[in-house]
């Protein structure tokens, strides 16, 4: 599996706009074959953060996800609303058996 976190910063008066952009970067994510979960998770620490939890069955399902016309959409518009550039984190794992 492939795990993607991509920390996401906001500018303060951009959040709810960003909120609504991102909607049908989720739902056509969620939609994909590859995609196992597709996660939105808001810092309870930190304002204005986010990160998005992505898990793929593999680096082929991430590659496809990345040509996808949500993704080429979302990425297009994000910079309007990011206070600086994405932090983004890619892993390879497998699941551990008890």
Do not use: C
Not at 3 to 8: F, R, S, T, V
């Amino acid at each position: 599996m492939i795990i993607i976190h991509a920390e996401i910063h906001l500018q303060a008066d951009k959040e709810q706009a960003f909120l609504e952009e991102i909607r049908p970067l989720i739902t056509g994510s969620r939609a994909e074959n590859a995609n196992v979960s597709y996660d939105l998770m808001k810092d309870t620490e930190k304002e204005y953060v986010y990160t998005m939890v992505e898990v793929w069955a593999d680096l082929a399902g991430v590659e496809s996800h990345n040509k996808s016309d949500h993704f080429i959409s979302f990425v297009g518009k994000a910079s309007q609303y990011l206070a600086r550039p994405l932090d983004v984190k890619v892993y390879e794992s497998k699941e551990v058996k008890s």
